[in-house]
Nanobody, 125 residues
């Protein structure tokens, strides 16, 4: 089992920044990657970004490329999501996820076995 706890959400104005953190505990070797997903009210959960624990390779959704950056601190079992130039459409509940994925499957919710409870991000115009 892997436990994930997110933090760092909040409310900001458009153009602002937030930094999310996800701390993993338990059998973290049960995954090769950690990802951030988000879900806006009335919409499906969507993959935002992923990082591969061993290589540090990353991938991003087109909507956040150039604005969001995922990073990891393996010593702390923590993954961060730095979000800059935030837009109202970035509003949603942000979830951290862990599991075995590859570049063709990381955007799929079903790929990831372990999920955090989510942290709310609200961007006002």
């Amino acid at each position: 089992q892997v436990q994930l706890v997110e933090s760092g959400g909040g409310s900001v104005q458009a153009g602002g920044s937030l930094r999310l953190a996800c701390v993993a505990s338990g059998h973290t070797y049960y995954s090769n990657s950690m990802a951030w997903f988000r879900q806006a009210p009335g919409k499906e959960r969507e993959g935002v970004t992923v990082i591969y624990s061993g290589s540090g390779e990353t991938a991003y959704a087109d909507s956040v490329t150039g604005r969001f950056t995922i990073s990891q601190d393996n010593g702390k079992n923590t993954v961060y999501l730095q979000m800059n130039s935030l837009k109202p459409e970035d509003t949603g509940l942000y979830y951290c996820a862990a599991g075995f994925s590859h570049r063709y499957t990381w955007k799929e919710v079903s790929t990831f076995e372990y999920w955090g409870q989510g942290t709310q991000v609200t961007v006002s115009s």
